[in-house]
């Protein structure tokens, strides 16, 4: 199975949570993109494309399943 990511927004209207990139804002200490990331894998998803733009130098795959 695959899945888009779509994971380019800045976030302006976050206020001062909009320091980094959407996806990467964290709840319950980890951050929107691994909470996606887990999910995908749970329900057998084995291909990602995740489209990034703002600051996409600032996301990592720190851990599997990347």
């Not at 199975?1 to 909009?18: C, H, K, Q, S, T």
């Not at 320091?19 to 990602?48: N, Q, W, Y």
Request: glycine content about 12%; overall charge positive.
């Amino acid at each position: 199975m695959e899945a888009l990511i779509l994971a380019a927004g800045v976030g302006n209207r976050l206020g001062e949570l909009g320091d980094r990139p959407k996806s990467l804002l964290e709840f319950a200490g980890r951050s929107l993109l691994a909470r996606h990331l887990d999910s995908l894998h749970r329900i057998g998803v084995t291909r990602l494309t995740v489209c990034v733009g703002y600051r996409h130098g600032m996301r990592a795959c720190r851990s599997p399943p990347c």
